[in-house]
């Protein structure tokens, strides 16, 4: 999905049209959906399984990006990756949370260490191509929330809350339980 306003805004008639013309001349063996980015906001509140990849200028992308933080339960859930070209056999990207900085917990260890680990695990897998040690570190996240261990921001009645440093701790622990049970 095209994530645009072409509706009301000059700059989303320029997106569309220069995302159709790379559709048409580079992946034209993908579906490609045009979308204002309120309907968007409103499809991925009532629809979230629709979408596979939005595609979105930064302004558009913080809104989206929030508003599919609350669909995980937190922003502290949630990695990304922008990737620029491969040349030579490497690209350039740069892996974060979602989230930013979150000054306002600065220092209180509740933030949710989440997005980083599964921010880290993207670059394992999409710039040093290691399919394995990515799985690992998925799978010993998702062991870890399944055991019931919450940070602040996603606890939840009947599970138990940890910090910062906890979390990360369970899922270290978690990742040297499952590396040596392969």
Not at 131 to 141: A, E, G, H, P, Y
């Amino acid at each position: 999905h095209s994530v645009e306003k072409a509706n009301v805004m000059e700059s989303g008639i320029l997106w569309r049209e220069e995302i159709t013309k790379l559709h048409s001349s580079k992946f034209n063996e993908m579906t490609l959906h045009h979308m204002y980015a309120d309907n968007c906001a409103m499809q991925l509140v009532k629809n979230p399984k629709q979408f596979d990849v939005i595609l979105t200028g930064n302004l558009f992308g913080d809104i989206l990006s929030d508003i599919s933080a609350e669909l995980t339960g937190s922003l502290g859930m949630l990695p990304s990756a922008s990737l620029g070209n491969i040349q030579n056999g490497k690209r350039k990207a740069l892996y974060e949370p979602v989230h930013g900085s979150a000054p306002d917990i600065a220092g209180k260890n509740i933030a949710n260490p989440i997005a980083m680990i599964l921010s880290f695990s993207m670059l394992i897998d999409l710039s040093c191509n290691n399919k394995k040690l990515t799985n690992l570190i998925d799978l010993s996240v998702e062991k870890t929330l399944e055991k019931g261990f919450r940070t602040l921001d996603i606890m939840q009645p009947g599970k138990t809350q940890v910090s910062t440093i906890e979390m990360g701790e369970l899922i270290s622990k978690e990742i040297k339980s499952l590396s040596n049970s392969l």
